[in-house]
């Protein structure tokens, strides 16, 4: 089992950046790979970034290629995703997510299909 616990979410005006955090417990969490999806109302969820166990390869959806990154501390259990220029449309609950699936060394999942566990999400609200 893995829990999963987002956080950093909140309101900010567009341009702005905010950093989300997710701290992961149960089983090692250095062996998988981890993922952000967000859901904003009415629409399904829909992936924004991934990293491979060893942070060696990352994935990007193309709507936040060049303002998000992700990063993790296998130290620490944690997943990062920084966030700049905010934009209106990034608004969204985001969820963080953990495969146990394996692939090599660089496997990084874009597919929701593709984990198992999921945090309950944190709430990013951009203003224009």
């Known amino acids: 089992q893995v829990q999963l616990v987002e956080s950093g979410g909140g309101w900010v005006q567009a341009g702005g950046s905010l950093s989300l955090s997710c701290a992961a417990s149960g089983r090692t969490f250095a062996s998988n790979a981890m993922g952000w999806f967000r859901q904003a109302p009415g629409k399904e969820r829909e992936f924004v970034a991934s990293i491979s166990w060893n942070g060696g390869k990352t994935s990007y959806a193309d709507s936040v290629k060049g303002r998000f990154t992700i990063s993790r501390d296998n130290a620490k259990n944690t997943v990062y995703l920084q966030m700049n220029l905010l934009k209106p449309e990034d608004t969204a609950v985001y969820y963080c997510?953990?495969?146990?699936?394996?692939?090599?060394?660089?496997?990084?999942?874009?597919?929701?299909?593709?984990?198992?566990?999921w945090g309950q999400g944190t709430p990013v609200t951009v203003s224009s």
């Open positions: 997510a953990a495969s146990l699936n394996y692939d090599g060394p660089y496997y990084s999942p874009r597919a929701f299909s593709e984990y198992q566990y």
